[in-house]
């Protein structure tokens, strides 16, 4: 018995590492903005923290940049029981537009506003992405202003999801933002390098 609880134990400790490598988590670009009060803020928060007003509504304000708020996400890092950023997120979200359900929340959400909260929903469970990428798609489809980093974090929850089925098709799948010509440029160089620092580890599984 003692046996199968060791065995037990060191396959969940496997699991949990191997997913803790993985585009969503290891893709630590918060860094190139860490000089931002917002960001610096989220940096201060432990888990299981209550977020502050004054970083929730940041995070809701579709006039603030997209970049910097997409940064806030990622600096407060995922968790499953920590801080839930996608709970206290659409709480708050939905206060703000005055609706009872989530499904009437997202037809009024702005592009870049649902792409941030699709970011929280796939940092507080990067075990099942797929809801949060198909609203990440949506995202991309509302976008009008063209947003490279709403592009990009739409191709990282994706290839999270091919993290679980073909390594072959991260790179590639990243790749192809940067190299699209038609986006604008609305994320630091050195996020972009930082992400890509890891994604890149991935070009070689390219069949």
């Known amino acids: 018995m003692k046996r199968m609880l060791i065995a037990a134990t060191l ?50 304000d579709k006039n603030s940049p997209v ?14 029981d920590g801080n839930n950023i996608e709970q206290q997120l659409s709480e708050y979200l939905m206060k703000k537009y005055k609706v009872k359900t989530l499904d009437k929340l997202f037809k009024k ?21 797929t809801e949060a990428s198909q609203m990440a798609h949506e995202a991309v489809k509302r976008d009008k202003s063209h947003s490279l980093s709403i592009a990009l974090i739409d191709a990282l929850i994706e290839a999270q999801i091919y ?7 991260i790179y590639p799948r990243v790749a192809s933002v940067l190299h699209d010509g038609s986006l604008k440029l609305d994320m630091r160089q050195t996020a972009i390098d930082n992400i890509m620092e890891y994604i890149g580890l991935y070009e070689e599984y390219v069949n």
């Open 67 to 80: 970049d910097v708020r997409l940064a806030v996400v990622n600096k407060l890092g995922w968790s499953f």
């Open 163 to 169: 993290l679980d089925s073909d390594w072959s098709k």
């Open 109 to 129: 959400l702005d592009a870049s506003t649902l792409c941030v909260y699709a970011y929280s929903k796939a940092m507080s469970n990067y075990f099942e992405v």
């Open 11 to 60: 396959m969940v400790m496997w699991a949990a590492a191997s997913w803790a490598d993985s585009p969503l988590t290891s893709t630590d670009f918060s860094v190139a903005y860490d000089a931002n009060p917002m960001v610096e803020m989220a940096a201060g928060i432990e888990p299981g923290d209550f977020l502050p007003t004054t970083l929730l509504n940041f995070l809701a």
